[in-house]
């Protein structure tokens, strides 16, 4: 059975250490795969690799699975996992990022291999989740042992070929237009779906892609516009299919200034005020936006991390009620009573609804007398200007991926910036107690312990109020009602698991 | 002997004015457009720009007369509850501002480089109608995406919302100019040629007096149809760059911003909120084009 | 001929670079690509070695020249975004914009030329106010809107035409063509309609307002004087004259419709340079916009000399005597 | 001369009517011509001459409409709803060959299209008739010149091929509306000759619409004096010229300038003596300079104009060579030469409107060479006006005749202006209160007055007119000369006098220079000059001149 995927972007490339791009490894994943996969509940499963173990806190010995071939017919071995290791670490290699830490991989034989770590890492296999294998004697015999580099110049063979270990089968790909992938006859695994061929269809315009789905020319659409949900329940063969997502959108708040950029209010910086930070919380109708914008799609959040990331606790995650007079006293005990001036800060092409939330809130913010100047524009250029604190209030969406675990809003995003800390915490929130829980946990391998000191960590942020938790994001896709598709929170589409009747 | 009125005496335009509906027509649509934007503030039944005066809660109502409608919104609500009537009548406002002001700009640019590439001729001319050619091979888009990104620069603590109908209005104009220059600078140099100029040179008068008070009076007729043209165009021009995302902010939208949006909810059945919308500036463009076409027609004697 | 063709070349040379100077001070303001490049949870240091390892930190002249020097060479370095050498990401996408350009140009002439024509004969009929009045509508109405009505209507509503891509593309060396299937020919319809559109409306004005003033030319007179027929004075004596400006116009048009490929593209998902362009904006692909930028100049100067050129061949009075 | 012919009439119109708009343009008129016989019709413009070759043709154009009580051609009424009437019956010369043809297609595709169209004969007899055409109006080397695109062919031969068009399908009668008057005087002879032989040769008749009396007296068999739509007298043409009847035929030949002597004005009924101010008078002297000042020298003058047009191709053209002369106080300096002799360049000098590229320019004194800096050029051009040819592009049509007149007026109190205009112009005889209109109430010989007014304004020695009488017909002509003479008479005004025709020049200049190819090969005074040439171009020219025996001496 054909399955045609209609996604918003096209790949950036075959090659899988060349991008950061988490939709572009939703497609490599079913060409090529990782030593350690998630299941359909997103714990951690067995691929390449059948056995892990810790026999020193640096060096972590996996026992690969036998028996499994490239698309090209070589066998998976052990130097194939070094290859991969040592070209996804070298420098050059743009996603490098995603196995920080690993200093090498080392085969003890054909079957075993070693990942020699520079310091303990307990998030190790969630990283490993996404670091797909790429076999050797394919990489020599085709030059491109070393990763594409937009600065040294290499282009690589890799960037639109592909032979993985994975479900599918690379066919043909024409960028922008179609890439078609085949199923693997040989694949290891025990196939669930049925399918035998996917057309991967990248269309960018959002009623482009509907109109494809609802004329019948693909099967599914990711993701699929929340306002057009009830549409597409009304037409004859399609469904939408909505369920919660791991990205929480949240506001970051800008304590670092002394005024604000949004207005000098006195010479001071209300964000500083935690009551301040709870009226402009208080004050945000997050069930009239979950209803009206959102469809009732979202899930309202309390907390910075979603429900299924390691580290989230349901006390955390309460949201103060929705109470307009409560926030005017707030604002009037901080020395506000009559509001004052700020800029918010909103992206229009990232998160779902981004432009038309913020839009919303800036508007019920009014309403307690905090004169809002809002700035939605493109990804590319609000990210810089938060990044050099140039925002008061912006907004974010964090999904803790690729590890999927709540040290990553821990060290990114709480942590104080400096060194390999806090690198998406621009705005100056810094609390020592959350430094220290960062550097304890970042080398805590008892994952109880580990998962504890993250949780205090999250709850002082939540008392702080650090950031302004919106909610989680819906998945949104669509799809013809004889295909059955699982949505899985990491908005991964995971194929393998899917079938066309 | 007697003197012969030519046909395209001023008085007679005034007449071929009154004689033809499709003018009369365009004209009082476009005037009433222009004047209903114009007057927003005081006829618009709430203020779309005011953050705090919508309410959620009110989001997606229908039309009055279609079931659900709410009597405070004769046209419905957009997706944020902001009144669409309302909206439209700013929008349209803030529409015309940009085509006013970018047509007003391209055409006194244009009209005064034409004049003197026309005019003096030579190497000003030549450096003049290249670097027309090197604005045109830049698309409105890009020289949108091009102010827009040096004006961020220059101004990095200015917000988007701030700057952001200069921007278009500086876009459109940069654009657009060279067309004025163009059709200036060849009627300048027919002028330029006719005796009449001739003669004013012997009676003394300095260059710049001639072609204030001799060519320009002269050239303005094709500058005029032009503007009328280009100002649907302009309109029509914003629409597209809000499209692509450089257009004007979603706190002060624009036409073209309404129909963007609009746009996003084309398949949820709130029509409203991209039908009227759409239809306004199809009438407004239309109505100013059909103008501009006649009028075109109308300065023409040879179809008199 | 040789001077001509020197000073053109001159020009051509002249316009690219005044456009390269352009695009890189664009870059300047985009966006930041080192946020499109990094991953999500990039530290601050790897952030800063990325943008150090682009050269984003030199000073501006400096990184201009890097630039324009490599650029000379016709290297425009690589995408930041795909990784891949701009020159092969531009040629790969060539060919579906410039079919879907000359789509568009021959959908406009064929339906705009006759337009005009009819429309002149008769400037004050019924027919000619209807055909105006319906083509207005059509330029009045952004392209995003009509792009989508076309596709809700033929796609989505009728089923009679594909809403989106090129269709199967036959590869013909490096050049892939949509003309060689009929999938390709029904994919490229509604994408060239939507451009065409304005295009067509130009072109019957301009026909309509040339075939006006030349009929009512002397030689149109004398030769109707002279008893010949009104269709071949019509089709045969004035249409050949009232092309020539349309030649020109529909020629320099044709960078127009390039740039204004890149809305028609993202509408369509046309995999041509515009949605090329349009993605690297977003993603703030310095190459790959650079590149278009410059080619798009090139592409201009080249249909100026061309329609020189052309010109100059049509009429017999600009031929090079001798 | 011929007599009258006999009753077999080719062509036969009684009653012919055009209207535009409800007004009559041809207001009844009958017209009869037999096979061979050019029947010329003559009168001012706007008569409504070529509304009658348009209804003949079935052209009149479209708010327009024509009736006729009868129309017949060799006695069979003509029925425009045949095809072949225009082109095979019935053909037209147009004025200028210069737009008549259309530039995109060879001679002989046009050629070939109208036979085929009209006799249906194959493509290669086509052709054949197409060569044969080009050598029957006297084009050498018909064989490769067929295959030339109209810009290939200098004017006459253009308005040779243009008769091979009109001629090619041998029609019996044919319309020539003002076939000559766009071209050069030597032209101008040998295709009025080409038209004469054909319509002997072939028995053709024809109705040559004009109002160059020298042509009529030189082809014609007839004529028709046309005014106010109206026929006012017809007449065999030697009668007509030797006796006319008509008191508007009569003022009519008495406009036309006589060649072969001078006469001092000419004798116009209907221009009594100028009304003129003498305060004005006062104020138009007031500034004469230095009297001993030269009004114009001119030494040594070459100019010539680089390659132009599209691709830089072409020659440099050497539009003056060496041209040396001297224009005395009071005295009308004539300078003659066929079209492209470097007249207008010569006045653009002068008037320092153009740079000259080698010799010099003394205007009143004041020298004008290559070398002199533009910022002084407006300082040389005081007490210089100029009258330009075309009455219609020498006015701002957006200004208002005051506005116009008071330009050169420096210095003049607004107060003063206004009176000073209204009395200007009644000088130059048009009424006063026309002073608010803009230019395009007037008709071109009123509008060539303001044109004069203006240079007066601006209180000229010297007075240079390009051609100032070419573009008006001929009774507006001798208005217009004789207030040009009364100028110079009453204000002793200087002047430089260009024209391409040689009786008006007998009749305006004391002196006259001929220019030929940008060289001056005759200078000398105008009598002289006239009785005895010496340069073999002169003599060339003065043997095109049209011979008017039969007109009578001027009073
Ligand atoms: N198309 C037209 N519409 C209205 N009036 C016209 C038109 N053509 C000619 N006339 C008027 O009809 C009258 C006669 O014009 P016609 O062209 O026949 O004169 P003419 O004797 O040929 O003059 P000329 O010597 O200037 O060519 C004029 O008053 C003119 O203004
Ligand atoms: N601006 C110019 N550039 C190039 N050549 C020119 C220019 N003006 C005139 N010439 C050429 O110079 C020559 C003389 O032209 P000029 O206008 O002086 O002739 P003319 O005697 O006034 O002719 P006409 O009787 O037709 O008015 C012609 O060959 C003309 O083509
Ligand atoms: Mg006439
Ligand atoms: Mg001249
Ligand atoms: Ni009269």
């Known amino acids: 059975e054909t399955l045609r995927w209609a996604n918003v972007g096209d790949i950036l490339t075959l090659d899988p250490y060349a991008h950061t791009e988490s939709g572009t490894s939703s497609f490599l994943h079913h060409i090529y795969e990782p030593l350690v996969r998630r299941d359909a509940e997103l714990k951690f499963e067995p691929a390449l690799a059948l056995t892990w173990e810790v026999i020193e806190p640096t060096r972590v010995r996996f026992t690969l699975r036998e028996g499994v071939t490239f698309h090209d017919g070589a066998p998976f071995t052990s130097a194939d996992v070094v290859a991969s290791v040592t070209r996804l670490t070298h420098p050059d290699a743009r996603a490098r990022g995603n196995l920080a830490g690993v200093a090498r991989a080392e085969a003890v034989d054909d079957y075993t291999v070693d990942l020699v770590l520079n310091a303990p890492d307990p998030l190790l296999i969630n990283k490993l989740t996404g670091v797909f294998i790429m076999d050797e004697e394919w990489l020599v015999a085709n030059d491109a042992t070393l990763p594409g580099n937009t600065t040294t110049g290499v282009v690589t063979y890799a960037s639109d070929h592909a032979n993985g270990t994975g479900p599918f089968m690379l066919e043909s790909r024409q960028p922008d237009a179609r890439t078609v992938l085949t199923a693997n006859p040989d694949w290891w695994d025990t196939p669930i779906h049925n399918l035998t061929r996917i057309e991967f269809l990248p269309i960018n315009s959002d009623a482009t892609r509907v109109s494809a789905l609802l004329s019948g020319e693909v099967d599914v659409i990711t993701p699929s516009p929340l306002q057009d949900t009830e549409r597409l329940e009304a037409a004859e063969g399609v469904t939408p299919l909505q369920n919660p997502s791991l990205r929480t959108i949240m506001f970051g708040l800008n304590v670092a200034r002394d005024e604000l950029h949004g207005g000098p209010n006195g010479g001071t910086n209300p964000l500083r005020d935690v009551r301040v930070r709870e009226a402009l919380w208080r004050a945000i109708d997050m069930e009239a936006i979950n209803s009206r914008v959102m469809r009732g799609k979202a899930r309202i959040a309390g907390s910075i991390i979603a429900p299924p990331v390691p580290g989230y606790e349901a006390e955390t995650d309460v949201k103060p009620d929705y109470d307009v007079e409560a926030a005017k006293a707030l604002l009037a005990e901080a020395g506000y009573p009559d509001g004052f001036a700020t800029n918010l800060d909103c992206t229009n092409d990232r998160y779902i609804n981004d432009e038309e939330i913020c839009l919303a809130i800036a508007s019920m913010w009014a309403g307690i007398g905090v004169d809002v100047e809002l700035t939605a524009q493109t990804r590319s250029n609000h990210f810089p200007k938060v990044d050099r604190g140039e925002t008061d209030i912006y907004m974010i969406g964090w999904a803790t991926l690729p590890a999927m675990d709540g040290f990553s809003p821990l060290s990114q995003m709480l942590a104080t910036r400096e060194g390999d800390y806090g690198g998406n915490n621009p705005n100056g929130y810094s609390n020592p107690r959350v430094d220290e829980i960062t550097v304890m946990a970042a080398s805590e391998v008892d994952n109880d312990k580990r998962i504890a000191l993250i949780e205090e960590a999250i709850q002082i942020a939540r008392d702080e109020i650090a950031y302004i938790p919106l909610h989680q994001q819906p998945l949104s896709w669509a799809a013809r009602d004889n295909v059955e598709i699982i949505q899985f929170p990491d908005n991964y589409f995971r194929a393998w698991h899917y079938r066309v009747n | 002997m007697s003197g012969v009125a030519s046909p395209s005496a001023p008085a007679g335009l005034m007449g071929q004015f009154l004689a033809s509906p499709k003018a009369m027509i365009s004209a009082a649509v476009a005037l009433l457009l222009i004047l209903s934007a114009g007057f927003a503030p005081l006829i618009a039944p709430h203020d779309p720009f005011a953050l705090g005066t919508f309410n959620l809660m009110d989001s997606e109502l229908p039309p009055v007369w279609a079931e659900g409608g709410d009597p405070r919104f004769l ?105 004025y220059a163009r059709t200036v600078r060849g009627q300048t140099m027919v002028e330029a040629s006719l005796d009449y100029v001739k003669a004013a040179r012997i009676s003394g008068l300095a260059n710049g007096r001639i072609l204030g008070r001799h060519i320009l009076p002269n050239v303005l007729s094709p500058v005029i149809v032009i503007a009328t043209i280009n100002l649907g165009l302009a309109v029509l021009a914003e629409a597209t760059l809000s499209f692509l995302g450089v257009g004007m902010p979603v706190t002060q939208p624009s036409l073209g911003t309404l129909i963007r949006i609009g746009n996003e909810n084309l398949f949820s059945g709130v029509w409203w909120v991209v039908v009227f919308p759409a239809a306004t500036l199809v009438m407004l463009v239309l109505s100013v084009n059909l103008f501009g076409d006649w009028l075109r027609d109308a300065l023409n004697p040879r179809l008199g | 001929m040789l001077p001509f063709l020197i000073r053109r070349l001159g020009q051509a040379f002249l316009v690219v670079l005044t456009v390269g100077l352009l695009s890189f001070l664009m870059f300047r303001f985009v966006g930041d690509p080192v946020v499109s490049m990094s991953r999500e949870d990039a530290t601050v240091a790897e952030r800063e070695a990325l943008r150090e390892s682009l050269g984003l930190n030199d000073p501006v002249p400096v990184q201009f020249a890097t630039f324009i020097g490599r650029a000379v060479q016709g290297d425009f370095g690589i995408s930041y975004r795909n990784q891949r050498p701009v020159s092969d990401l531009i040629a790969e996408r060539l060919p579906a914009t410039l079919e879907l350009v000359f789509a568009a140009t021959v959908l406009a002439l064929a339906i705009g030329i006759p337009l005009g024509v009819v429309t002149a004969l008769r400037p004050r009929g019924a027919l000619s106010n209807i055909v105006q009045g319906v083509s207005l509508v059509g330029v009045s109405t952004p392209t995003f809107v009509t792009g989508i009505m076309l596709i809700l209507l033929f796609a989505v509503t009728l089923r009679w035409l594909p809403s989106f891509g090129r269709g199967e593309t036959v590869d013909l060396g490096w050049w892939s063509t949509g003309f060689l299937s009929a999938s390709g020919w029904r994919a490229i319809f509604l994408p060239a309609l939507t451009l065409a559109l304005f295009q067509m409306t130009l072109i019957m004005r301009l026909v309509r307002a040339e075939m006006i003033e030349i009929l009512q030319s002397d030689y149109i007179r004398f030769a109707r004087a002279r008893g010949l027929p009104d269709r071949s004075i019509h089709y045969r004596l004035a249409l050949k004259n009232a092309l020539m400006p349309v030649l020109t116009i529909t020629g320099m048009q044709i960078g127009g419709l390039i740039a204004f490929a890149i809305v028609t593209e993202s509408v369509f998902q046309w995999p041509g340079m515009g949605l090329l362009f349009i993605q690297a904006v977003q993603f703030v692909d310095v190459p790959v916009m650079a590149a278009y930028l410059m080619f798009v100049g090139l592409v201009f100067v080249a249909l100026n000399a061309a329609v020189d050129v052309t010109y100059a061949l049509v009429d017999p009075r600009l031929r090079v005597r001798g | 001369m011929r007599s009258i012919p006999a009753l077999d009439n080719r062509l036969r119109i009684r009653g012919l009517e055009v209207l535009y708009g409800g007004a009559a343009a041809v207001d009844g008129i009958d017209i009869d011509a037999v096979p061979g016989e050019i029947v010329a019709i003559v009168g001012e413009s706007g008569a409504g001459k070529s509304s009658v070759g348009a209804a003949l043709l079935d052209l009149v154009d479209p708010p327009g409409e024509w009736r006729a009580s009868e129309m017949t051609l060799d006695g069979v009424p003509i029925d425009y709803k045949r095809t072949h009437v225009r082109g095979r019956d019935i053909s037209v010369i147009f004025q200028d060959p210069q737009t008549a043809l259309n530039p995109l297609f060879t001679v002989e595709s046009q050629l070939v299209h109208m036979v085929r169209h009209h006799l249906g004969l194959s493509q290669a007899e086509a052709k054949r008739r197409a060569v044969e055409m080009l050598d029957e109006v006297g084009i050498a080397d018909p064989e490769t010149r067929v295959r030339a695109y109209p810009h290939q062919f200098s004017g006459g031969m253009r308005q040779r091929v243009v008769i091979a068009l009109a001629l090619a399908c041998r029609p019996r009668l044919v319309i020539a509306d003002e076939p000559t008057s766009a071209l050069d005087v030597s032209v101008r002879a040998q295709i009025l000759e080409l038209i004469r032989s054909i319509c002997r040769d072939r028995g053709m008749a024809c109705l040559l619409i004009t109002h160059d009396m020298g042509a009529v007296a030189a082809i014609s068999d007839r004529a028709v004096v046309m005014r106010h739509g109206k026929a006012v007298e017809t007449a065999p043409t030697g ?178 202006a206004l009176r000073l205009v209204p009395a200007l112009l009644e000088r130059v005889g048009l009424p006063p209160d026309v002073m608010t209109r803009k230019p395009h109430a007037f008709s071109g010989g009123q509008r060539q007055r303001i044109a004069i007014a203006r240079a007066l304004a601006g209180r000229p020695s010297l007075l240079i007119c390009d051609e100032p009488t070419s573009a008006l017909d001929v009774s507006i002509q001798a208005q217009i000369l004789n207030l040009l003479k009364d100028l110079r008479d009453d204000l002793g005004l200087s002047m430089l006098f260009i024209t391409h025709d040689l009786p008006v020049v007998r009749q305006m200049c004391d002196r006259v220079g001929v220019l030929h190819r940008g060289s001056l090969v005759e200078l000398g005074a105008t009598e002289a000059v006239f009785e005895s040439p010496r340069a073999d171009y002169t003599r060339a020219l003065l043997s095109y001149l049209p011979h008017l025996p039969e007109l009578q001496p001027a009073s």
């Not at chain 2, 419905?76 to 009537?85: H, K, S, Y």
């Not at chain 4, 132009?308 to 224009?327: M, N, Q, W």
């Not at chain 4, 653009?348 to 910022?375: C, H, M, N, Y």
């Open chain 4, 239 to 416: 009668q007509l010229l030797a006796a006319p009847t008509a008191p508007y035929s009569r003022t009519l030949i008495a406009a036309v300038p006589p060649v072969d002597r001078k006469i001092d004005r000419f004798a116009l009924p209907d221009t009594g003596a100028v009304v003129s101010d003498p305060s004005l008078e006062r104020w138009l002297r007031a500034n004469e300079t230095d009297a001993a000042a030269v009004p114009l020298a001119v030494t040594g003058l070459g100019k010539t104009f680089g390659a132009r047009g599209f691709l830089k191709r072409g020659t440099p053209v050497h539009a003056l060579k060496d041209v040396s002369f001297e224009i005395g106080r009071g005295e009308i300096f004539g300078l003659v030469g066929e079209s492209g002799s470097g007249k207008s360049t010569l006045a653009q000098i002068a008037a320092g409107l153009l740079k000259p590229d080698q010799g010099e320019v003394r205007l009143l004194g004041k020298p004008f060479s290559a070398a002199t800096p533009d910022r002084a050029l407006r300082r040389y051009r005081d007490g210089m006006q100029m009258v330009f040819q075309d009455p219609f592009s020498s006015l701002n049509r957006r200004m208002s005749v005051l506005d116009t007149i008071m330009e050169p007026m420096h210095g003049v109190p607004r107060a003063e």
């Open chain 2, 75 to 179: 046209l419905g609500t957009d997706t944020q509850g902001r009144d669409v009537l309302s909206a439209i009548l700013y929008g349209m406002r803030v529409s015309l501002i940009v085509g006013f002001a970018a047509v007003a700009l391209s055409a006194g640019i244009g009209t005064l480089l034409g004049l003197l590439a026309g005019f003096r001729g030579g190497w000003l001319d030549a450096v003049l109608m290249r670097f027309a050619d090197v604005i045109l091979s830049f698309p409105t888009i890009l020289i949108a995406l091009l102010v827009s990104g040096i004006a961020r620069g220059v101004l990095p603590d200015a917000r988007q919302g701030d700057y952001a109908i200069y921007v278009l209005i500086l876009a459109i104009a940069i654009n657009e100019w060279t067309q």
